[in-house]
């Protein structure tokens, strides 16, 4: 029986694996929407935005914050609060902003 030393094909075959892999990642942060800036969008401190799911309010606050009860908020925390869940999630479809769906409002950013 002889033995074949296999090395050489297995570090190409990781090669391949790394260009795919790189190109994957390239791929996800293009898709990346960028973080939210209300200001940017048009909004401006003391605008409401009001929950989809229940009577639930924020108020701009800052560029990036909310205030929820007198409390400061990024809006996906916050959301992740009102739906009673964890984890990192884009809150905008569940908010409205004069009565259009606030993510109507990012879709108009990225463009």
Do not use: H
């Not at 260009?19 to 990346?32: G, L, V």
């Not at 701009?60 to 009860?69: D, F």
Request: charged share 30%; net charge positive.
């Amino acid at each position: 029986m002889a033995i074949e030393d296999v090395t050489p094909s297995v570090q190409e075959k990781a090669k391949t694996i790394d260009t795919e892999a790189s190109a994957s990642a390239e791929k996800f942060k293009k898709k990346r929407i960028p973080t939210l800036n209300y200001f940017a969008m048009g909004l401006k401190e003391g605008d409401i935005l009001k929950f989809g799911r229940n009577e639930e309010f924020c108020t701009v606050l800052s560029g990036r914050e909310v205030t929820y009860k007198g409390e400061s908020w990024f809006l996906s925390n916050l959301t992740n609060k009102l739906l009673d869940r964890t984890g990192p999630m884009n809150g905008s479809p569940y908010w409205y902003f004069k009565g259009k769906i606030f993510k109507i409002f990012i879709t108009k950013l990225i463009q």
